[in-house]
């Protein structure tokens, strides 16, 4: 059984911080890239982040302007997100996935957490 168990979601005043966590089973962790992605109400679902699953390299959307970590810990098949100085804007379902290679690419994804939901607002 796949699964991918989103956790730190929450409600967060403007400039603060949270740190998203995705506990990964079922697969084999270490063969897969990792993705961050969000969905917003009204909007479809986009790219934040990935992480491969080999030479470390990170990838992250532009419109985050460098307030986003990616990090992985293939020991204990966790992907985290430490999210810094949100926006209002970056209120949505974060949802983590798994891929072969790094795809900003829904369609691309092999498997899908449930995703966990991040309101920034005062």
């Known amino acids: 059984e796949v699964q991918l168990q989103a956790s730190g979601g929450g409600r967060v005043q403007p400039g603060g911080s949270l740190r998203l966590s995705c506990a990964a089973s079922g697969f084999t962790f270490e063969d897969y890239a990792m993705s961050w992605f969000r969905q917003a109400p009204g909007k479809g679902r986009e790219a934040v982040s990935c992480?491969?699953?080999?030479?470390?390299?990170?990838t992250y959307a532009d419109s985050l302007q460098g307030r986003f970590t990616i990090s992985r810990d293939n020991a204990k098949n966790t992907v985290d997100l430490q999210m810094r100085s949100l926006k209002s804007e970056d209120t949505a379902v974060y949802y983590c996935?798994?891929?072969?290679?790094?795809?900003?690419?829904?369609?691309?994804?092999?498997?899908w957490g449930q995703g966990t939901q991040v309101t920034v607002s005062s």
């Open positions: 992480i491969q699953m080999s030479d470390g390299s990170t």
């Open positions: 996935a798994a891929a072969y290679q790094c795809s900003d690419h829904t369609d691309y994804q092999s498997y």
